[in-house]
């Protein structure tokens, strides 16, 4: 077993073993690879893979959690190990590199996740469970149908949107997303790198309710084949409790069925009732959850 830096040709086996493990996510080779060779700004992020007969079998990325006020707060993200190698000490290895890692940058704060079953191995590490993370599914054949917006509000794809705007709405809607720690300080060239030139993005699909030139609520749309992953849903607190953050779930998912979607899926903090609750109306399933886990770095 060899614990290295995962270099972009990884990213074959990587999803593969991503899939595997998670069938519930969504990222595609491509986006992957340029994950790995151009990791996002600000955040000092990197990644490890397990070998084993040179064949990669385990995966971490750590990373400075850039898009937050709290300071020396860092993640370690989607630790995971195939099936048939663990209890092997190979998950520990990569938990090992990936604190040894942010230790030296000043991180004192880490947050990881665990799925239910391998709590027990996050408290042995020093790891409290937070936050309950919920992820669904929602079949898409046939295809959701069109809704039609209200007087003054215009659905638009955010291909054909000027990118600041959904920025703005996009930080003005995360302020109180709830979770471990706030999303208040998300620069435009961390959220363009994250979003607006994320390969992933369906720009076609992802939809924009529009009032009065102004983006008030969206939703956005990652893909790989036909999977894909409702990134982030949100409405500006100005116009909540109006059913526009629906209005533009609704849309994005009938585009993205329209071009061949055919599974879509999710995920919210267990606390995010509204939006859970518009997932339960659109007809998602649950298939599977998680917990955030937080750990002091001593």
Known sequence: MRIRVAQPDDAPAVVALRAMVYPYLVRGVESTRKMIAEPPPEEDWTAFVADVDDQVVGWVSAERIGTTSAANFGGINLLHVHPEHRRRGIGTALLTAATDYLRPLGIRRVRAMAQPDALPYARQHGYEPSREVRYSALDLNPAPALPEPPPGVRLRPIADLDPHLLYAADVASAVDEPGDVPVDAKSYQSWQYDVWNNLGLDKAASTAAEVDGAVVAFSLVKRDGD?????????????????????????????????????????????????LAINARLGYRPVASHWTCLADLT
């Open 227 to 275: 999977r894909m992953w409702s990134d982030y849903t949100g409405s500006v607190p100005a116009y909540r409790g109006r059913g526009l953050a629906r209005l533009a779930k609704e849309a994005a998912l009938h585009r993205a069925a329209a071009n061949g979607v055919r599974v879509a899926y999710t995920s919210n903090d267990e606390a995010n009732g509204p939006m």
